[in-house]
């Protein structure tokens, strides 16, 4: 398999179809959906996608560390152009306050790790992405048109029960989810708790290095805790989390619909690779974890 050169990942850094339309499933790649016209339509009342940009031609913020917006208060358009993928991050309910914008959880590392990891990607594979940040609603139908989503910080998640219905819906129908960045047994059972009241009756269990999605793109040997930016040189871990898991959670067919990577962060990885002082073997583990997950749900 493909080795991730060190210099490929300086040079970037620094410089599904999954069944017939109308069965529930999602709509496949090759048909342009009329959502996604060159002139998009007037947004539904309340709030429909999140920071997607509303015009074309898109352009990087005068900040790139500003401050995500509030999710309930940033309707925006759907992505204006159309490409076989999109780094889709899952827009959630959460609660408390404090360090990392708790009460705005999913939107931590927000968008800048979305973008670099977006930036790599598109140097690594032939996959068509879209270059930019996509955030969505869990209650939003048009969910469906992303097979891939990607949610962290969900140690503080708290879903509503139309947010419940929405995940539950859209795994089943073909989606896949990527949890990352939390830590502990604390930030775990509540993960478990709410993921519970998505699917009472699927358990989350080990997936070993044998499973193909450590092998998609990347061959996998080794599963690596990745710390935040600036834990290295000693204690890479948070909280009570000192070893790092890949679980997952599978249909009834076998298919992996959900992998949680606990005790590490990759988004990190990504948002700081850049860094001079950040630590290339986790950089390198976290791009490769990352292809190798989408390469997955788009084949799967």
């Given at each position: 398999?493909p ?22 499933s ?8 009329e ?36 999710a ?31 009460s ?182 976290a ?14």
């Amino acid at each position: 398999m493909p080795a991730l050169a060190p210099c490929l990942l300086a040079t970037v850094m620094l410089t599904g179809e999954h069944g017939p339309e109308g069965d529930g499933s999602f709509a496949g790649n090759p048909a342009r959906p009329e959502a996604l016209a060159s002139e998009p339509p007037t947004p539904a009342a309340g709030p429909t996608f999140l920071a997607g940009a509303p015009s074309f031609p898109h352009s990087l913020p005068d900040d790139p560390f500003a401050s995500p917006p509030d999710a309930p208060d940033a309707a925006q358009f759907p992505p204006p152009e159309w490409h076989e993928f999109y780094f889709t991050r899952a827009a959630y309910s959460s609660y408390g306050r404090g360090w990392g914008r708790r009460s705005n959880s999913w939107a931590t590392d927000y968008p800048k790790s979305d973008r670099q990891f977006l930036t790599v990607l598109q140097r690594l594979t032939n996959l068509d992405a879209f270059s930019y940040e996509n955030a969505v609603l869990l209650t939003d139908e048009s969910i469906r048109r992303y097979p891939f989503l990607y949610a962290l910080e969900v140690g503080y998640m708290s879903l509503s029960p139309a947010e419940i219905e929405g995940l539950r819906d859209y795994l089943m129908a073909g989606g896949f989810l990527v949890i990352d960045d939390f830590w502990g047994t604390q930030e775990w059972l509540q993960f478990e708790y709410q993921m519970s009241l998505v699917f009472p009756s699927r358990p989350i269990v080990d997936l070993d290095l044998e499973h193909p999605v450590f092998s998609t793109f990347y061959d996998i040997e080794e599963i690596m805790q990745v710390p935040a930016y600036g834990r290295w040189g000693g204690r890479t871990s948070e909280r009570d989390g000192y070893v790092p898991y890949v679980k997952g959670i599978h249909d009834d067919e076998g298919r992996l619909m959900v992998i949680v990577n606990w005790n590490t962060d990759l988004g990190d990885a990504w948002e700081w690779a850049e860094q001079p002082d950040y630590p290339l073997q986790y950089s390198t583990f976290a791009f490769q974890m990352g292809v190798n997950m989408i390469i997955y749900a788009m084949s799967h």
